[in-house]
């Protein structure tokens, strides 16, 4: 499986950017599959983001993101989304896209492929 990030940027507090994530590879129907974003900021633990259903009928956000950051997904095109409005410094990060499997845990979730990340900076 391959995985491709991109979007990524510095932007000041309050801004937006849209993040990408492209799924490609033998052994993996991301139309089959729930799918994730994950985020590392500097000097700490990698942190749940999102979640969205085989075909948009779920989501699931962490508090932190909640009512500001909106997942999506494209089936036709392998392509899952992140809309992150009003974004805060805390937002600081490498952000990932993450399929379902059992190579890396956050908490009660378990993730297999992720790929290199792509960096969000929010600073003034």
């Known amino acids: 499986v391959q995985i491709v990030e991109s979007g990524g940027g510095l932007v000041q507090p309050g801004g937006s950017l849209r993040l990408s994530c492209a799924v490609s590879?033998?052994?993996?129907?991301?139309?089959?599959?729930?799918m994730n974003w994950v985020r590392q900021a500097p000097g700490k633990e990698m942190e749940y983001v999102a979640g969205i259903a085989l075909h948009s009928e779920h989501f699931k956000y962490a508090d932190s993101v909640k009512g500001r950051f909106t997942i999506s997904r494209d089936n036709a095109k392998n392509i899952l989304y992140l809309q992150m409005d009003d974004l805060k410094p805390d937002d600081t990060g490498l952000y990932f896209c993450?399929?379902?499997?059992?190579?890396?845990?956050?908490?009660?979730?378990?993730?297999?492929?992720r790929g290199q990340g792509t960096q969000v900076t929010v600073s003034s």
């Open positions: 993450a399929t379902p499997g059992s190579s890396f845990r956050i908490g009660d979730y378990s993730f297999g492929h």
């Open positions: 590879g033998s052994g993996f129907t991301f139309a089959r599959s729930w």
